[in-house]
């Protein structure tokens, strides 16, 4: 599966901005997919992960009640809705797919990677 990241862009802080990981390939909704973030010189960064079936989200503590990850299996796309961004919210976001029912937090479980999307929040 190829995965497409977009959406992102600069921000003020407080401001909000929606990604987009589309999918193309096999099918779309026998993977779990995962939002990553990394900033440079530092590791890859799980924020949210979400189902097969879109059932199942979770997130990391540092983005919970802010981000939003929901799935659209006909359009073959995750989004990943962030609110109330932080200037600490900066960094490149990456989506990736696994074969699993549910996502995993740790990168290591994940076969398929994007090629991300800049997020910038100013203070």
């Known amino acids: 599966v190829q995965l497409q990241a977009s959406g992102g862009g600069l921000v003020q802080s407080g401001g909000s901005l929606r990604l987009s990981c589309a999918a193309s390939?096999?099918?779309?909704?026998?993977?779990?997919v995962g939002w990553f973030r990394q900033d440079p010189g530092k590791e890859r960064e799980f924020a949210a992960g979400i189902s097969r079936g879109g059932t199942m989200t979770s997130y990391a503590d540092s983005v919970k009640g802010r981000f939003t990850i929901s799935r659209d299996n006909a359009k073959n796309t995750v989004y990943l809705q962030m609110n109330s961004l932080k200037p600490e919210d900066t960094a490149v976001y990456i989506c990736?797919?696994?074969?699993?029912?549910?996502?995993?937090?740790?990168?290591?479980?994940?076969?398929?990677w994007g090629q991300g999307t800049q997020v910038t929040v100013s203070s």
């Open positions: 390939g096999r099918t779309f909704s026998s993977y779990a």
């Open positions: 990736a797919a696994q074969g699993s029912v549910s996502s995993a937090s740790s990168a290591r479980e994940y076969r398929y």
